[in-house]
């Protein structure tokens, strides 16, 4: 498979990188700030449920670390699955979010393009309940 296109989103928030990593880490946040997935999120054994506007989406996280990563895997109703890198750097007394997006094999730019704009929105959001 040859490589995708990518786009880095960093954000940076005015709160310690400990408290960022475990907010952005718990998988019930998660619709709490990312807008499109859902309003409720499920446990089901090492995996979460959403009920998407497509349909059920399902979610892997990263195991618990020290090191600030959030990486993810989103496998959609169409089966397709998305990996999504995610990191939390600290940053003098704040921190560093990166979502790096990887345009999918079938997405057209504008799509890539809309979807980057949506990444920088959900973040922004992020920003705001942590900074409030």
Same mark, same amino acid.
């Not at 054994?45 to 009920?51: I, K």
């Not at 959030?70 to 496998?75: A, N």
């Not at 921190?95 to 799509?111: A, C, G, H, K, N």
């Given at each position: 498979?040859?490589?995708?296109?990518?786009?880095?989103?960093t954000l940076w928030i005015d709160r310690p990188s400990d408290l960022v990593y475990a907010f952005a880490s718990s998988p019930e946040n998660l619709v709490k700030w990312a807008s499109g997935l859902g309003d409720t999120i499920r446990q089901a054994?090492?995996?979460?449920?959403?009920?998407g506007p497509s349909g059920l989406v399902t979610l892997h996280f990263a195991p618990p670390n020290a090191y600030g990563v959030?990486?993810? =895997?989103? !496998?959609l109703p169409s089966g397709d699955v998305v990996e999504v890198p995610m990191r939390v750097i600290p940053n003098g007394t704040g921190?560093?979010?990166?979502?790096?997006?990887?345009?999918?094999?079938?997405?057209?730019?504008?799509?890539f393009?809309?979807?980057?704009?949506?990444?920088?929105?959900d973040?922004?959001?992020?920003? =705001?309940? !942590?900074?409030?």
């Open positions: 498979m040859p490589a995708l296109e990518s786009r880095t989103i054994g090492d995996e979460w449920t959403v009920q959030l990486d993810h =895997r989103v !496998l921190s560093e979010i990166q979502f790096t997006l990887f345009r999918q094999p079938d997405m057209s730019q504008e799509r393009e809309d979807d980057a704009r949506w990444v920088e929105r973040l922004h959001n992020l920003k =705001r309940i !942590l900074e409030a």
